[in-house]
């Protein structure tokens, strides 16, 4: 995971573009993870726990778990990985262009 | 499913097919049926053992390869099989159906699973113990998933069957047509389990009305085509910020965690 979305992150850091991650591990985990892995995106701490505050109002059940909004905030895709997020994305930037 | 698990439950039932017929004729009265139960307590030991065995070698693998061949030693279908053929000795029996459960939880899809799906249907419909039945098959059963699902929903006499065979037939919808018209109808019956099963418990401190408010925000609030609810939080350094602070962006939101 941490590759692509790095890859991604970096490709389109000049764009109207953002990752926000929504991460469920304990603080001092989330932390050292960052450093780690090089995580360059930014995430909301969730409280340390799957059953956190967002993933329940969001009623996530599976991790990871993706939603890719286009730029007026509307929910366009959900659980696309890798090449498909890659497209997704792509599709919804162009419509930003327009 | 994969290929070498078919083959194994294949196998497996082929083998306990052949043992079937050399038992001899299922017997009257209590004494056999306490027999039954031993046996299969006894059974059920063996896989547990067998089991932690098999978990202990997978986690001492050093590599994909090695845990690769590992998978192929699964003790569990043939132990499945084995209870299948413990229950068909007597399966409107209490230890019998105790047997059927068990199969039923070992293994989802496959000839071992649809037999003691029909054994469990055929001999103990009405029985509570279709709920938990019910629960299992919202991750799919094999094509008779739905139809089994319904009949519970229409025939069982406990309010627990027929709200977890609805909470159930409404997840298995919803999982498979995420997107699609089989969020219509389980948008309908998530709505009849939060109105009449809401407090059935689910185990784990849930209830089946917890779980399908959860299903139905998703539906209505989540689906494509909806704005995203904001969401306000705080980063990893207790900086709080929102989503909509990137209104005007395309945003890829990742739910994650490091394991």
């Known amino acids: 995971m941490y590759p692509h979305e790095r890859s991604l992150v970096k490709r389109l850091k000049d764009k109207p573009f953002a990752l926000i991650g929504v991460n469920s591990d304990p603080k001092d985990r989330l932390k050292k993870v960052i450093k780690e892995k090089g995580i360059s995106w930014r995430s909301f701490w969730d409280g340390g726990s799957t059953g956190g505050p967002i993933a329940t109002a969001w009623n996530v059940s599976g991790w990871p778990t993706i939603y890719v909004l286009d730029h007026k905030g509307v929910i366009r895709y959900k659980n696309v990985r890798g090449e498909a997020m890659d497209k997704a994305v792509e599709k919804l930037l162009e419509e930003v262009e327009q | 499913m994969k290929r070498w698990a078919c083959t194994l439950l294949l196998l497996g039932g082929a083998v306990s097919l052949a043992w079937g017929e050399e038992k001899p004729a299922p017997d009257k009265g209590s004494d056999s049926e306490a027999q039954l139960a031993k046996e299969l307590d006894q059974l059920l030991r063996d896989h547990e053992k067998a089991y932690a065995e098999w978990l202990d070698k997978l986690r001492a693998t050093k590599n994909a390869q090695e845990r690769q061949k590992l998978f192929g030693e699964n003790p569990t279908s043939k132990f499945a099989s084995k209870v299948l053929s413990l229950a068909k000795r007597a399966p409107a029996s209490a230890p019998g159906k105790k047997a059927l459960l068990r199969v039923t939880q070992l293994t989802r899809t496959g000839p071992a699973a649809d037999e003691a799906l029909a054994l469990m249907v055929k001999h103990h419909a009405k029985s509570e113990e279709m709920g938990d039945i019910a629960l299992g098959a919202r991750y799919g059963f094999g094509p008779k998933t739905e139809s089994l699902l319904r009949t519970l929903i229409e025939e069982s006499p406990h309010d627990s069957v027929k709200g977890k065979a609805t909470f159930a037939l409404a997840t298995y919808l919803f999982r498979k047509d995420r997107n699609g018209k089989g969020s219509e109808e389980a948008e309908k019956l998530f ?19 917890k779980s399908a408010k959860g299903a139905l925000t998703e539906i209505r609030l989540l689906g494509i085509g909806k704005v995203a609810p904001d969401i306000e939080g705080e980063d990893v350094d207790g900086t709080k910020f929102k989503l909509s602070d990137y209104r005007g962006k395309v945003v890829v939101i990742d739910f994650w965690g490091d394991w």
């Open chain 2, 191 to 209: 709505d009849a389990v939060v109105k009449k099963y809401a407090d059935i418990e689910l185990g784990r401190g849930r209830t089946l009305g």
